[in-house]
């Protein structure tokens, strides 16, 4: 039989959906049930799903009804989920965003959950009640970024840290001004799609907050340097696309950013060590040997003198640095004048002669009207002053007896008065003071009266003719000599050592004298000592990183260029020698070294060779700096170089790889 | 508002999907630039987002004002249904983890996903649950179903009061008393409700087709009126089960769509105070 | 299971309950001494149908007292009146709703229609009092009991009778009968001016009483010269007609009447019919295959457009009020070329139910009709036919063109010769269960319909917490034609409302029921074919059931859908379907429904 056929009554079709009741008899018999006439249960079930029949049926609550206790009650549970979670001390736990990279849980690990919150937001309040309360005014005072450099100000200083790039307008402008000036220099790029006015950014460049670009709660293993080359841009004038066609084309990087050692890798490469005739060469010329690699991988900018130049060059440099520095030589002053000074050493009268020594000069200066004598005197040199000038003859005789002041002056007071002439004229500095600390008094003492007080009488015989002037005077005997001299190669430091030797044999073959003092026998170390013949006194220096003539440098930096005595040390032999390899020591004291650039200064550019060494073709060092044959150094690399792997597939491209933001002035 | 009555549902949907697109586009796109530009581009979606709630949550109220002209609600269904998808892509948008860390936020996204779950799910089952329940004969009101349920079994009750005994009488008593009074008299279970299916009926079926060979005429019949009235209480249980169905999920999606909505206020205000 | 012994009875008989058994020999006796009857010729009557049985049986006295209302404009009604003793009025302009003691539903306002929708009474069908019974003015009762009858007075008679226009009928004089024959709303309210006494007659009986030639004539001058022009000037494809062909229409327009007037009383049993039975027992009006003759305009009910098909036929389309029948075949007979052959009727038509018909002779159409009728509204074959007799363009029809535009801003109207859809068993569904009478029939698609019920809710919390609908009804492969009130084309629930509480908006074509003056009587809900009007006692808020004073009984109201012709937002069940399932649609045309199942495929 088919379902069809089977006949039921048509269904109630009386009924309130709306109700919150529906009759339960109604569900069963179909019909309201008639307790009476008048049908009391017609009106069905009570608001509150009573039955007001006696035989009472139990009413249902319709769909609708139920549906709303369902909601209501899931709603009353959120709410009161959220008052208990937000007053309780785990809202830190419950209401954080997200979580925290590694380092910054770690340091919260041991707060309280409801401090960790209030440890960066100030005012963080979970509390309902405290939400429309006006807290708005209160974050201005202390903001996040403030809570960041709690912690950070140790690497970025809290003046600037809200500045772009953290360099003040001024600075930022500059390097603008700069880039819009040579921008010959640029290659034409290309903006594709990149420069819009949607892409100006929305940030005031005087303030800008740490949360801008470092966004917390992203994970504990997210990047919070992550920067996408468009958000670097933002506020960028000049925009670009990619690395390869439209990054700015540099000139020499990564060279002359200060190299603090002067390398000639042409004449070594290609003189001294020829890679070809390697049977010639007893090392072969190798960029591992004197950059080697540390444990990461990071190349060494330099290494020691002893280790990688030592081995060629000590002994010239011994040569050099012996003939040394004076601090002190008498000047030659004719014997009229002579006579103005109490017992002047007659060793020292004749026609002008002699130069002031630079250090000495120095000190001379602390006296004013000294200081004007010698600015009369070209290039403080005896021999250029003319005789009949009155005016130079008087300022030869002021110098010359200054020079015995302060002679005296050092041997009553010692050191005290070089220190304080040194402060007279304002130039202290360690490096001085470590000279004059260098300089033994006695010896001064000794001098002044050997030179000044034993009388004269005794050797105003011997005292003539003055085998020094000899020497440079009769000139037949310098014949020999200029043989000697020619023949001899280019050690100019020894030849006239020779002749010095020379008249000192001829000392000896003319008066018995007790042997003059040799440095090069008696002082093989180096040190001060009095030269008799000259009347100087006299510093030795030993070979590299002699500290004397160091600090005489380091001094030498410190004065103004214009300053003659600079230029005038500059001649001088032994730190000619120095200054050759050194040429930054003379600029800026003390930079003797070459530090490593690898996470040295904060610039704009970084570069690390730890990732590069990694890649097979690249460990060759020449495949990148190849040595110029044209100038003494390298050829520049180009951006092309780099272009080839720094693409967006292969070693990426964006600014970050490349770019700090972060930099220091 | 007319003429988006009359248009055919084919372009009324090509429209609304090509509407949604450009809508989340556009978003997209924005909220692209803000971030670049070092905006707070999560400010933007999330307040699209919550726009979005807003709205979706607005049909909820003209549901519950049927007398009042505000357009009908089938239109706002429309909007509804492209506003979800376009939130549902939003949150793609606006979330950095699918699901967030920390617990309320976590809960959040639970909630919302849950919540777009639902919906989505309601959306595949009133277009597809119809056609199954019309091609089933018969029309049951959800309300009335315990009631068609009484007639069934009363009916059922009522086929073996006849006067005159016979053997064929007592077996058909017999399987009645053992497996069909508790088949009509009881309420279908929660598995079938969840997932119902032939094999009662054609357990039933074949029980009372086994029977046949022991019967005579009469019997017979009244046997085969019990098929019948089992076949008729199998579609009412699969109205029932998919009605229920096409209910529930309703109330989970209405349900927690009013927490999302509390939740997501919270959000907000969290995130505006605590952002500097 | 029918049963095999059979039982004797008595064949059910015309007359077997009268109209009023009140009605005696003397009654009869006097009626026949009275005016039209005393000229009728009883032998005009077949044996079986006796004068004197129709007055006693079809017909009734009416007391009627001052100020009591006989008929109103817009009521259906199935009975004439003839005036015996005094006087009525007869009102040619309208009368307002609230004299008639409906109260006029204003549309509520949003903060109004909220507060209704909050505060719904937890009691089923619960009432203000003031809904219960007509608010009375100055002391007289707006319904009082007369004889065994309730009956409804107009509100301060005398004052209304001075400021308003009337005719007054005196004895002698028949109204009412055209709204009787031809089921068209009454046209005028008609008042007792005074003490007067009327012959109701219904329509059973008064076309008996046509068999009496003068009577008849008297009936039909009456209805050619007052309503004829009037029905065919209101047919589309008539617009154009100058004066004087339409009076040449009217006067040869045949009138037609098919099938019987009360349908709905047998349509219960004839929609279990099958399909080719019920077909079969329809009344012809026109057979398929016959010469055209006439051109038939439906002017009231229901006809079935069929073609023969195999063995049975095939309904193709059904037709409404002022459809056309069998233009083209004329207009092409008409216009053909004189060698080729006319066309025979492509259809048959039948009438379902009843059909009231007007027919024009062919040759009339021809001359008077069709070139008066726009090109374009003409079927394609005719108008191409007519392409091609342009080539040597007869300036007949050039003029007659010239004389069409202009008017009617030049644009078509659809001519409705029948509706027409794609699958014929959803037709045959319509019109089998009489579908195609609802204006505002509520479909639902159950491919879309999740049976949420969100449209009873809502119903229920526009009318207090009532639905008015359940959501059942019958259903055809995936529509659904609920049980909700339809605002039938052809109101029969509107016969014989006693009270003229159910009444039909002119203008919205709504029917609605005006509760204070119903009196429970349940005629409407009886008549109702559909069971759309549901009888409900009815209660105050706290749950206390009304209770007739005198009986005792309960009162009852008659509940149906109003279309929520009171809220601000239209019809609540359409407007809160979320899945468009839902749709109050009409079904006498074809392409409503057409247009909306062709969206969602």
Redesign the interface.
Known sequence: MAREKLNFPDPPTVDRPGDRWVCGARLTEGKLRQKNEHGVCHAGPSRLGICPLADACCPRRTWASRRKMIGLSVLIVFIAAMIAFSGGEWNATVFKPGELTTAHAQILAGTLSSEKCAACHADASLSPASWFASGGNKHQSVSLTDRCLDCHHTTIDRSSARLAHNLPRETREKMQMALVSNRSAIAPRDHSGKFSPLQRSLLDQESVECSTCHREHRGSDADLNAMTDAQCQTCHSETFGSFATSHPIWTDWPYGRGGKIAFDHSTHAMKHFPSANKTGSPVEFRCLHCHPKNERNELSRAVTYEKSCQSCHDDALKLRTDQGIELFALPTIPEANAGEISNWPPAATGFYDGKVSPIAELFLRSEKEVAVAMRGIVERDFTRIRSESAEQSAAAILIASAHRNLLNEVAEKGQAALVDRAAKTGLVSPSLTNIIRSVPPQLISDTYRLWFEVSNKSTVKAAKPVPFRLASTNDELLVGDEDELLGNDDDLLSDDKDVLLGDGHDNESLSSKPKRFDPTVNLKEGGWYRDDLRLAIVYRGHGHADSVVKSTIEMMSTLPHEDPVRARLLTSAAIAACIKCHPGAAEKMGSWTSPPLVGASRSFTKFSHTPHMNIAGLTDCVHCHTVSHAHANFEPIEREACATCHTAKAAGESCTTCHRYHVTE | MKRFE????RTRRIIGLSITAIAIAIVMSIHQ???????RASYFSGFSLFGALVALILIGIR?R??????G???T??QIHLYTGIFAAVIYFVHV??MI??????CGLSIVFLLVTASGFYGLY???M???R??AV?G?F????V???R???AT?ASGLLRSDHESAATEVLRGFYAKYLRPFFESSPGLTYVAVPTGSRRRRLLAGLKELDRYLEEDTR?TS??F???V??RD?LDY?YAL?FR??IW??VH???S??LF??AM?HG???L???? | MESAEAIAVRRPRRWDEPMDASMNDADVAWLRSRQPFASMDSKSFPRSIPLDGILRNDCRLLRCEPGEIVVREGDYGNSAFLVLAGSVAVFVDALAPEQLGRREKERLNWPEAIRRFLFRSCVPEARHPSQVVPSSKNGSEAIRTLDDRQAIFLQGFDAVLKECETVSLGPGELFGEVAAMYRSPRTATVIAENEATLLEIRWQGLRILRRDRTFADSLDLHYREQWLPIHLREIPLLRYLPEDSLDRVARSTQLGSYGRMEWNSEYEKSRQLPLSEQIASEPIVAEEGRMPTELVIVRSGFGRLSKQYGSSHRTTAYLGKSHVFGLEELAYNALRATNSPPRTLAHSLRAIGFLDTLSIPAEVFAEDVLPHVRRSELPKSVSQLIENSERGGSERRQKSRAAKSGRDGGKDLPVLSGTQYQQTELLEFVVQNRLNNGQQAMVIDLHRCTRCDECVKACASVNDGNPRFARQGVVHDRLQFVQACMHCEDPVCMIGCPTGSIARDAETGVVEIHEPICIGCGTCANACPYQNIQMASIRDKSGKPYLDATSGKPITKATKCDMCSSQPGGPACAAVCPHDALVRIDLTESHPLQKWLDRRT
């Open positions: 009359t248009i055919s549902f630039s803000i971030e670049e530009r070092l905006g549901r004002l049927p007398m009042l002209p505000l009908s609600v089938s706002w269904t950095p983890a967030a860390g920390g617990v309320f936020e089952a009133s277009r649950l119809p056609r329940l019309t004969g029309e009101r959800y309300d009335q315990p009631w068609h009484n007639q069934i009916a019949s085969g009126q098929a019948a009235l076949r008729r579609d109205h009605q096409l209910r309703v109330v209405s349900v927690f009013v927490v509390a939740a919270v205000v969290l995130a105070r605590f952002t500097f």
